[in-house]
């Protein structure tokens, strides 16, 4: 891969180190490019008609084997979602659920899965593992699940710490396992049918560098026909019977929650081929400069949080408030988040980060 013709892709870069990936990801030329013609086309030619219809057919069908190929699934145990919140929702609805049923997760979790399962009335489990090393988690979690455990629900990558959890051996309890993959699916390789998951949640407008309000579910096989659609949609039926009733999609297109717009639709396509085209040295480089990003941190004196060999997110702790600390940098060309709750600064490695990028974080530090 050659890093300077990839980072010659991301306009954002020319004027910012753009560590942030893991709220919003930087768009490639391509996917603006491609955005801007679907609206020019709308413009010129309207919103409806056989062609328009046609086209916003062509588009979900190509996102949906583009996700599809980025999680290692096939595209009809696929949906689309307009973020990662959402696909959580889908599943913890669905599922049958009702209060009291316990479900296992951790205390590193996003909103974006904690509001599903806190609506509920579930009875959650929460493993505390932020203050452990990652290597303790899956005693941690384990130690939480029993015979009235009718879920684990958790990060892939903790959108906090950084840190992986150790979904494959989870998946190994025999119990079924929701996965949030927001800070995972483009950043990290991922293959849900070497993790044996029965769902996964991606989104589009963070490491898959796609346009916001976009986003995937994977829900595996053995689950399409038992989950409830809670959220019935134009989309996510094939046809009507002869007495007008909606006869669902096959597969996990019968989840598809509603409409997306064919700029979005056309941005993530190409953000996603552009990804692909760059190969897997994409995940290999973003590891290495995260792992540059923590020793920097660690030799100029900052607490880092994340341990060593996690993902791509690099979080660490301050003296001063951490939303200080990111308008801060922000005043000196450097995006970053403050992870509110704690009050840490993550940090988001992406392959497109480059060594002056890393130096200037420190530097502005």
Request: glycine share 10%; proline share 5%.
């Amino acid at each position: 891969m050659n890093i300077e013709a990839a980072r010659a892709e991301f306009p954002v870069l020319e004027r910012y180190a753009y560590l942030n990936a893991g709220t919003f990801g930087p768009l490639p030329r391509a996917a603006i490019a491609a955005g801007i013609a679907e609206h020019e086309q709308e413009r010129e030619h309207g919103r409806a008609g056989a062609g328009y219809y046609a086209r916003l057919g062509e588009l979900r069908t190509t996102v949906r084997a583009e996700v599809a190929a980025a999680i290692g699934a096939t595209s009809v145990d696929v949906a689309l979602t307009r973020s990662t919140g959402e696909g959580c929702a889908i599943v913890v609805n669905g599922l049958g659920l009702s209060a009291g049923d316990e479900v296992v997760t951790t205390d590193v979790e996003h909103y974006g899965l904690l509001g599903p399962l806190a609506s509920n009335g579930l009875n959650v489990q929460v493993a505390r593992v932020r203050e452990r090393p990652a290597a303790e988690a899956l005693h941690a979690i384990r130690d939480l699940i029993g015979p009235r455990t009718r879920l684990i629900a958790l990060s892939h990558v903790a959108w906090s710490t950084g840190q992986v959890l150790p979904i494959a051996a989870l998946v190994a309890t025999g119990v079924p396992v929701l996965v949030d993959g927001a800070q995972s699916a483009g950043a990290i390789p991922v293959d849900v049918g070497e993790l044996g998951c029965d769902f996964y949640t991606v989104s589009g407008q963070k490491w898959l560098l796609g346009p916001d309000a976009t986003g995937g579910l994977f829900v595996g096989a053995n689950h399409q026909e038992r989950l409830a659609v809670t959220i019935p949609s134009y989309f996510g039926r094939s046809e009507h019977d002869e007495r007008g009733t909606p006869v669902l999609a096959q597969g996990a297109a019968r989840f598809d929650p509603g409409a997306l717009p064919r700029p979005s639709l056309a941005a993530l396509v190409e953000s996603m081929r552009f990804q692909h085209s760059l190969g897997v040295e994409r995940f290999t480089r973003a590891r290495a400069q995260a792992e540059r990003c923590r020793d920097l941190l660690a030799a100029g004196g900052v607490e880092v949080v994340t341990e060593p060999n996690e993902a791509t997110l690099v979080a660490f702790r301050t003296t001063e408030p951490g939303a200080d600390v990111v308008e801060r940098l922000a005043a000196a060309g450097v995006l970053v988040r403050e992870i509110p709750e704690l009050g840490w600064v993550r940090v988001s490695v992406g392959f497109w980060t480059s060594d002056e990028d890393l130096e200037r974080l420190v530097d502005a530090l």
